[in-house]
Every structure is written in C-alpha cells, then in structure tokens.
C-alpha cells in the first residue's frame, strides 16, 4: 500500500524551529514533486512550498527566508525545516507528493497530516 507518512510536528514558542519529515512508503515506481500545505482553523488549505524532482523550489511569500524545503530521492523523504518560527504559522502540514504507483500512472497522493503550533 503505498502512502505518506509524516512526523515531526509539535508544539514550539515563536522564533523556535521544527523540522517535519514525509516519507513515501510501498511499491513506488517514481517520485515526482513533492509539496507541503498547511490548513490553519476557519481558513482555507494553503501551499506552504513545493520541490521538484530535480531539487527545484518555490516557497510561499509568507514562509520565504524562513523555511527551507528539501528532498532525500535515495528514502523518497521530503524535510520542511522551519525557523523563526510565527503564531500565524500555527496550522495543520500536509505533505503531497506525486507518485507512480502504477506503472505509467502518476496520482497525487496526500499525508494524514501533523500538527504545528507556534505559542508561548
């Protein structure tokens, strides 16, 4: 069964760190980009930043400078570390990544989702 598997998450005071992992598990044939998104209370579900395969990134305005994306293509793992960190940073992380499960076939594929929150 092939699937994302995130950790990482908690609880952390402003201007701390954390560092959150997404593993993709199972009969994998290809890995394509991969992607953080973060859903706070009452809004809308948001992209926090995404990686190619080639180890290309794009980050969203708000997390720009702060947090830092990359990728492990040898573990098919993603790591979001995030560094000063903000109460508005506060939300639920999704990781999604497209996958080959099949071959020829690429589907996007989302974690279970882990918890930040930033308070003092």
């Known amino acids: 069964q092939v699937q994302l598997v995130e950790s990482g998450g908690g609880l952390m005071q402003p201007g701390g760190s954390l560092r959150l992992s997404c593993a993709a598990s199972?009969?994998?044939?290809?890995?394509?980009?991969m992607a953080w998104y973060r859903q706070a209370p009452g809004k809308q579900r948001e992209l926090v930043a995404t990686?190619?395969?080639?180890?290309?990134?794009n980050y969203a305005d708000s997390v720009k400078g702060r947090f830092t994306l990359s990728r492990d293509n040898v573990k098919n793992t993603v790591y979001l570390v995030m560094n000063s960190l903000k109460p508005e940073d506060t939300a639920v992380y999704y990781c999604s990544a497209a996958l080959m499960a099949t071959r020829g076939t690429w589907s996007t594929y989302w974690g279970q989702g882990t918890q930040v929150t930033v308070s003092s």
């Open positions: 199972g009969i994998i044939y290809g890995v394509g980009d």
């Open positions: 990686i190619s395969s080639y180890r290309s990134t």
